[in-house]
């Protein structure tokens, strides 16, 4: 506790353990987790819990695990419900009721979800089988209301279902109370009380819902169970009236509410952080405290409706509890006080001692799926606010300790995130949009509105624009819903060489005005365009849906993107604008300074159909350059609204044209044009290596060599140590192998994983793909959508079909939708490495696994490829992550996490090798690529003299 580094070192090896195989591993981690640090000492100083080790002792593989199993026992009560029985009969002997927790790995699929449904039944069948026969305890056995069942369980509504997230919320719903009913009605037949675990705020609103639904229903009016509120969230009084306000409509026993301060306050602080939400939890330990004793007053005026119970070691927040209840005339047996097993032992003797019903908190289970509880147990102890640290470890004086927490305002949750526009004259530091929180159901309303009215406009008129004026074409090209392809989203314009020559000539000449727009003018043009997007946010998103094929989550973050994008290169150019670092000597003035090229043309996919032809057309433009936009013949009319956006956030008309049409004909002809001095390129290796090779030609006339930008394809391998966690792994690689239906560049298409957790990671994984849900985008539950067009879905077919030659079919999601463009995801086992599958750029959800021997073959594998853009690494091996960080061929590589979903300005992207030239996308040098730079160099000496500083 004294050395936070080695807290957070000692953690870090704690939570690796378990994932070991065998003393020299062990011993390799202790050396890189330690290195340099003395070890011995360092941790017989850091665990208070565990055996102290002698003085200078060296610490052995059979060390570390004494005191990591010794760490575990202490907080859980048994490996199995049968070995847990004995426990739990003890602490009833001792006059404790108990509540028992199954600690289990992550649910990534419904097997996984079974199996710990399963568990939960073999535990009820244990306790129903023991705690008969237990000597009756009337103190425990009822309160003032009524009769308390003796054994009590406490379930986690995660590990239940496999979907229960925010926008996958209804089949979550679904899943859980299918395998909680029987439980519940075991439970009510049997004589057991069950408590709802509360876990992450993401699925806070989710479990309350399913809490209420179940208790609901008629035949379980007599059901003797619980909920958890977390006395750090900022919402958690108001759920509480609102929970207090159903609980007295209802018959039977009282609901139970369990109420905890909570025990996920640093990853809910660190995760809404990063996202650019408003924290959900109170941000002061004071501020918690003190809602806890808000909360408990409610608990307690509303005696009778609910049965509350205190879950805290914290003596003040208990004796605030039990003295208010004093003060309305309670009993002390019409509440109960909940500690968790192995925590603050003298505490649990006081209060039982004092004559108060103790419930204790038994989690049950192996050390390996226990790591998180145990990790979670250790933060806690040793947090700085920990009462139990200062109590008992620091010795701090009671006074002190049980003194009011000082007086602190409570205000109302926040609302959703919003970001304020940007003021041109004074931009302050850039900062990513945030995404949309679904957790939270106005967010969902928005989009759920908006996709609602986008589903019923009819099909979009597209035309070309030349000098912001619209031009049409005797040919159009129809844009359809991927999900539905007989249903039109916008026809455009097919334009082709004459309209290329004419937007040209009109570009060239009509963009003089913008170039010399002063640097702060042209940015704030930028910084207009991204308020334009940020108040249409959700019809924006809603078009991704439609002519893009989007799930809900993808289409928000690409305009979100679209967003950053023109916040980051607005301030971009405002930095190169102050003129590049040159030295000057005495008598001569250097200046370095960075000029428009002139007009160029920018090419784009159809995949981020708004964030990619913003991001090269507002990079072109804010540097003072004219462009062409040619916008994917597949998502015309998303691309319009860009140009729609420039146009009304006053972007002289001379400075852009848009081209839609067809790649080889208007694209082609465009890259070509003797008066581009520039080409941005977003696409296939294919058409980037054929606009490379055109760009090279000079025509007569040409007064430039074409700067080629070009972003192209990856075979993005996500490779998997031995030691990784693969509760983080699966979901990662599911999300990037299969989001978007894998048709990010991004995306994971080989995953390289050492053989020792080759078998756990491929069920896993094809248990996690199992359940993902495809069908159209329009629907929030959508987690994959259809592939953008007939071709796409022929291709993917294709190299399905050739799957079963090249390797071991594992999964081959045949249960999609027959109308519209669907691909299942489809996973394929020891694939030859030379294999098609294995090299090609598929663009669709197909995965594909290979084994490695060891980690260094697993790199040297994950390599094999002539493309370089992103690349992952699961590893919890400090050596091994140094290893994949420095030879991982890729422009981006992830390390623990996925590997899609770059932001800008944290992760510029793009890749080298086969995958693109040029320098990154949303980084510091990009907009380089668009300016000519120059120095003008002045001799400031005159008859012997020069201006001085
Ligand atoms: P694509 O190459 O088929 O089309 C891209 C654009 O090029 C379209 O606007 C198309 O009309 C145009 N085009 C086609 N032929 C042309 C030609 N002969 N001359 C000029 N222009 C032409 O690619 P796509 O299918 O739209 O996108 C998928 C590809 O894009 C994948 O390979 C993916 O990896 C890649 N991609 C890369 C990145 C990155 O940042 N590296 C980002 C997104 C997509």
Redesign the pocket.
Known sequence: MANPAFKTQLFRFVDVFPATSGDADVLRHIHEYFEGADAPRLLDLGIEVADRLPLGGVLSAGVARRIISRMAHQFIVGATPGAAVEGLHRLWREGSAFTVDLLGEKTVSEPEADAYTGRVHELLDALFRAAPGWAPDDHLERDDIGPLPRASISVKPTALASSYAPLTRQAGLAQARGRLLPILRRARDQGASVWFDMEHYDVKDLTIELFRSVLDEPELEDLHAGLVLQAYLRDSARDLEEVLGWASGRKGPPIGVRLVKGAYWDAETIHAGAEGWPVPVWGDKAETDANYERCARLLHQHHGTVRAAFASHNLRSLAYAITYARDLGIPDSGYEIQMLYGMAAPIHAAIRRLGFRLRVYCPVGELVPGMAYLVRRLLENTSNESFVRARLAEGRSLDALIAPPPAVALPDPPGLAVRADTDGRNPGPYAHEPAAEWRRRPAREALAAAVATAGRAGPLDVPAVVGGAPVRTAATIASVDPAQPERVVAVSAACGPAEADAAVAAVTSGCDGWRRTPAAGRAAVLFRTAAWMRRRRASLAALEVFEAGKPWADADADVCEAIDFCEYYGREILRLDSGGLVSSPPGEANRLTYQAKGVGVV??????PLA?PTGMVTAALVCGNGVVL?????TPAVASQLVTALLESGLPPGALAFLPG???DV??H??RHPGVAFIT????????L??VAAAAVTTPGQRGVKRVIA????KNAIVVDSDADLDQAVPAIVASAFGYAGQ??SAASRVVVVEDVHDELVRRLAGAARQLRVGPPAEMGTEVGPLIEADAQARVARYVAGAPAQGQVVLARADVPTTGYFAGPTIVDRVDPAAPLATD?I?GPVLVVLGAPSFGAAVELANRTDYA?TAGVFSRSPDNIRLAAAELRAGNVYVNRGITGAVVGRQP???YGL??VGSK?GGPDYLHQFLDPRVVTENTVRQGFAPTG
């Not at 040619?630 to 597949?634: C, F, L």
């Open positions: 090419i784009a996919p159809w995949n981020f990619i040619k916008p994917a013949e597949q067809w790649g080889e694209g082609a465009l890259v390129f977003t696409g296939s290796k294919a058409v980037g054929d606009i972003e192209m394809g990856g990010k560049c750029e663009f853009l992207f793009g890749g995958s693109g996308a």
